[in-house]
Nanobody
């Protein structure tokens, strides 16, 4: 299974970008993570395959929206109200194992896309 992320770019503070992740296979969960220069990779948002439940990091809640585009076969991340601290390489990831809890998993993702750069200028 391959994941292909796209849609990154340069935007000013307060602007918007939409990232897309094309997956060639099915997953129980898909998510977006990001890694800023010199920092550890961090969870951004996740969506469940069945049901489309979502989860967000507190830092992006209310600004970012993760969704599934069934027609296109993608998982998208709509990012509004971007801030300089959102600057990072964004990765999509898929988890093939189920998660037997009420919450969505933020770890255990085993397939990763190549990353797409998002830069927010101040």
């Amino acid at each position: 299974v391959q994941l292909q992320a796209s849609g990154g770019g340069l935007v000013q503070t307060g602007g918007s970008l939409r990232l897309s992740c094309a997956a060639s296979g099915g997953y129980y969960f898909m998510a977006w993570f990001r890694q800023a220069s010199g920092k550890a990779r961090e969870f951004v948002a996740a969506i469940s395959g069945p049901g489309g439940r979502t989860d967000y990091a507190d830092s992006v809640k209310g600004r970012f929206t993760i969704s599934k585009n069934v027609a296109e076969g993608t998982v998208d991340l709509q990012m509004n109200g971007l801030k300089p601290e959102d600057t990072a390489v964004y990765y999509c990831a898929g988890r093939g194992q189920p998660f037997f809890r009420a919450s969505l998993p933020r770890t255990g993702y085993d397939d990763w896309g190549q990353g797409t750069q998002v830069t927010v200028s101040s």
